[in-house]
């Protein structure tokens, strides 16, 4: 693992939520926080490490509320940074609606549930910078209704991917977007590299607008 510095002690009494939180993180992930509030329901942490191995994310702000066993009703993360031994990408803001771990099969492992065995009512990225190659940036990335059975709408603003030695030096997106369709069950076929399902009854829109190709040169 990278030689990064430990993780600062707990708090000789951590607030109740804490505990919560770390149930519902995957195994081998150390959580280190460098300030710790709760007020009813909602947790307020600050200078948040989250590690495995040579992974590691930072949070400048984290507040959840309504943490459980079985998910949480909202959070919101900002000043987000991540490192990953492939990868590196910074967001400037998060925020989570209504998460909710469904049920596992039987003799499934906790830590590894898949699409169909989540649900959150809401997902918004805004200001996301990639590093390497391709540089990726997008300016909001919007998710409503992601639960099996359930048609749901993702959508996305101001993509650029930055492209180098090559004949093409960028692409963009101004906006896109997708309804009406099953994202669990999409995505569920897509881990099990299976065939996409139908769509459920009712009305699908698709939509693209402002793509733009950037020659080198």
Known sequence: APAWPPLPP???QEP????RLRGLLDAGIELGYRAAGQEGELLTLTGVEL??????????????????PEGLRRGEARGVSAEFPDARF???ELDLEALALLPLRPGQNGGAREP????LAGLRLAGLEVEGEPRVSLREFVLTGWQPGRAGRVGFQGLRVRLAGGPVSEV???????EGLDLAALAQAAVRNAPPPAPPAGRQAYRVDGVTVQREG
Not at 16 to 19: G, V
Not at 52 to 58: K, M, N, S, T
Not at 116 to 119: M, N, P, R, V, W
């Open 10 to 12: 707990r708090l000789a």
């Open 16 to 19: 109740p939520a804490l505990e």
């Open 51 to 68: 590690r495995r191995g040579a992974e590691r994310i930072l949070i400048e702000r984290l507040v959840l509320e309504g943490l459980s």
């Open 90 to 92: 910074r967001l400037a």
């Open 116 to 119: 169909d065995q989540i649900s």
């Open 172 to 178: 963009g997106v101004d906006r896109a977007g997708v």
